[in-house]
């Protein structure tokens, strides 16, 4: 059993959780090794978030399956595991989820799996260093990392290696995979940052219904204000949403972004209160931050996310972008 520990990331999980992993292992510990079983293919993976599940099919392709836990429309601040989704990582080979407590209440559930089959935490790969702190948490970090390109480049790395060690056979096809995949992610780094770039600097600013976009601001020049915290638990008061309409009648600021998973509520309230000051600010689209597009689409792939939402905030705050993205796949 102990070796499956060293996949389990455990900043994604609660203390309670760590201990009861803890109690697990030593009520164990006589126990005899399993025996290999023969893999049988394709592997099933699950992942936690379609950005994760994303890479998983990328590099995996016709050697694994991966189902997702979580929908375009679902806050991974907020899921909890159900049953069937309980049943479908009992059943599965292999499970990735983020880390960085972005899924703060799946903790328990993930240490249950780490007891029996490998689970591995795509943020590990990501050296502290170059993590955002949390403010509201205290020794926490922001873990929306697929934000930043390069950043998530590293997370394909950590998927590659995990499915070459859980099946050696297919190593050399994972990574043919994996470098395939890595140049697409160079070459949208690379597209995002220059039309980034054709923003004027006194307009570089994307207020967002939450902080989800730090780690984009940070690699592309923007910066970056949430109506609410890192965490979609954290509410929004009116002294936040004052304080954000003073922000933007003091900078000129012309648009604002609602977000797919997060109600616009509060979007909304901030348009109305800059009007109320005189002041003109429209909602210049509605960006993916927790979760990707609708399944099937282009949007709905990682790419496809990055692309609509770094072309959606260009054009809104005043810089040069092709209108349907980098190739020019997004929908109308």
Same mark, same amino acid.
């Given at each position: 059993?102990?070796?499956?520990?060293?996949?389990?990331?455990?900043?994604?999980?609660?203390?309670?959780?760590?201990?009861?992993?803890?109690?697990?292992? +030593?009520?164990?510990?006589?126990? @005899?090794?399993?025996?290999? @079983?023969?893999?049988?293919?394709?592997?099933?993976?699950?992942?936690?978030?379609?950005?994760?599940? $994303?890479?998983?099919?990328?590099?995996? !392709?016709?050697?694994?399956?991966?189902?997702?836990?979580?929908?375009?429309?679902?806050?991974?601040?907020?899921?909890?595991?159900? *049953?069937?989704?309980?049943?479908? /990582?009992?059943?599965?080979?292999?499970?990735?989820? $983020?880390?960085?407590?972005?899924?703060?209440?799946?903790?328990?559930?993930? &240490? @249950?799996?780490?007891?029996?089959?490998? &689970?591995?935490?795509?943020?590990?790969?990501?050296?502290?260093?170059?993590?955002?702190?949390?403010?509201?948490?205290?020794?926490?970090?922001?873990?929306?990392?697929? /934000?930043?390109?390069?950043?998530?480049? *590293?997370?394909?790395?950590?998927?590659?290696?995990?499915?070459?060690?859980?099946?050696?056979?297919?190593?050399?096809?994972?990574? +043919?995979?994996?470098?395939?995949?890595?140049? @697409?992610?160079?070459?949208?780094?690379?597209?995002?940052?220059?039309?980034?770039?054709? =923003?004027?600097? $006194? *307009?570089?600013?994307?207020?967002?219904?939450?902080?989800?976009?730090?780690?984009?601001?940070?690699?592309?020049?923007?910066?970056?204000?949430?109506?609410?915290?890192?965490?979609?638990?954290?509410?929004?008061?009116?002294?936040?949403? $004052?304080?954000? &309409?003073?922000?933007? &009648?003091?900078?000129?600021? *012309?648009?604002?972004?609602?977000?797919?998973?997060?109600?616009?509520?509060?979007?909304?309230? =901030? =348009?109305?209160?800059? +009007?109320?000051?005189?002041?003109?600010?429209?909602?210049?689209?509605?960006?993916?931050?927790?979760? /990707?597009?609708?399944?099937?689409?282009?949007?709905?792939?990682?790419?496809?996310?990055? !692309?609509?939402?770094?072309?959606?905030?260009?054009?809104?705050?005043?810089?040069?972008?092709?209108?349907?993205?980098?190739?020019?796949?997004?929908?109308?």
């Amino acid at each position: 059993m102990t070796k499956y520990i060293r996949y389990l990331n455990l900043k994604a999980v609660t203390a309670a959780a760590i201990l009861a992993l803890l109690l697990a292992l +030593a009520a164990c510990s006589g126990d @005899q090794p399993e025996a290999e @079983q023969p893999l049988s293919y394709p592997l099933s993976a699950v992942a936690t978030t379609g950005m994760v599940a $994303n890479i998983v099919a990328e590099v995996g !392709d016709e050697r694994t399956t991966v189902h997702a836990l979580m929908g375009s429309d679902v806050d991974p601040h907020l899921y909890r595991p159900t *049953r069937s989704d309980v049943a479908r /990582m009992q059943g599965a080979d292999i499970i990735f989820y $983020n880390g960085l407590m972005l899924e703060g209440r799946m903790g328990d559930t993930l &240490v @249950q799996m780490a007891r029996s089959r490998p &689970v591995f935490a795509v943020s590990e790969a990501v050296d502290e260093a170059v993590l955002l702190e949390d403010d509201e948490y205290e020794e926490a970090f922001d873990p929306h990392l697929w /934000m930043d390109v390069s950043l998530w480049i *590293r997370a394909v790395e950590v998927v590659v290696d995990a499915l070459s060690t859980f099946d050696p056979d297919g190593a050399s096809e994972y990574r +043919a995979n994996a470098n395939a995949y890595i140049a @697409q992610l160079e070459e949208l780094d690379t597209y995002v940052r220059e039309i980034m770039e054709t =923003i004027p600097e $006194n *307009r570089r600013i994307l207020i967002t219904a939450h902080d989800a976009f730090g780690y984009f601001g940070a690699a592309y020049g923007v910066e970056v204000l949430g109506v609410q915290g890192i965490s979609t638990e954290s509410e929004a008061g009116l002294e936040d949403i $004052n304080s954000l &309409v003073s922000f933007i &009648v003091e900078n000129d600021v *012309r648009a604002v972004f609602a977000e797919s998973t997060v109600p616009d509520r509060a979007m909304m309230a =901030i =348009i109305e209160g800059a +009007a109320a000051r005189g002041h003109r600010v429209e909602l210049g689209g509605e960006l993916f931050s927790d979760a /990707m597009g609708a399944p099937g689409s282009y949007e709905g792939t990682y790419i496809g996310m990055i !692309d609509h939402n770094a072309t959606t905030v260009a054009r809104a705050l005043g810089g040069t972008a092709p209108e349907r993205g980098l190739h020019g796949r997004l929908s109308r």
